[in-house]
């Protein structure tokens, strides 16, 4: 049987809409605005993703529980990659998402059909995450009737590393049903 499973991606529908009403998900994604701003370059150059991610998030911390120590130490190596950070920074600009300044206009999105997800799918949602807050699972039953939700307290942006046994124990249940 196909199965889907999702760790904190939000549903492009919910997070466009949320991005154009809601003021929480909105200042959440400032950031995104600053990864696309092409002066950013400049100090990615200069320090990498942990100077750019310092800028972009201007003192909120994405993730604070990355475990373990070894794995942060191998994920800021792989992140002060100059190339590999430009990489990551260019899904931010190729995104078809559109991140409005702090002070445009609130509105509802035009009304965009998106089609349904009907297989079973597993969604695990940090509920700590200062990018993705909870409010991008409202509605989501309706986009994908047939998720079972997880939510993770006490947890950030990287709820794999973060919670790797929370996360494991949903998947099996999830696997084994």
């Not at 997800?117 to 597993?122: D, F, K, N, R």
């Amino acid at each position: 049987m196909t199965r889907a499973v999702i760790a904190n991606a939000p549903h492009p529908a919910i997070f466009q809409r949320l991005l154009l009403t809601n003021p929480e998900q909105r200042a959440a994604s400032q950031y995104i605005r600053t990864f696309r701003d092409p002066a950013s370059d400049a100090l990615i150059e200069e320090q990498g993703i942990a100077g750019l991610l310092a800028h972009a998030f201007a003192g909120r911390v994405p993730s604070g529980g990355i475990q373990p120590p070894e794995e942060i130490a191998r994920l800021i190596v792989d992140w002060e990659d100059r190339d590999a950070c430009r990489a990551m920074i260019n899904w931010y600009r190729g995104s078809p998402a559109e991140v409005p300044p702090m002070d445009a206009p609130y509105g509802e999105p035009p009304a965009t059909p998106f089609p349904k997800l009907m297989i079973p799918t597993l969604v695990i949602w940090a509920l700590d995450d200062v990018a993705l807050p909870a409010c991008n699972l409202d509605g989501l039953d309706e986009l994908v009737p047939a998720a079972t939700i997880v939510e993770v307290p006490g947890c950030g942006h990287f709820v794999p590393w973060e919670a790797p046994d929370r996360v494991n124990a949903a998947m099996d249940a999830f696997l084994a049903s």
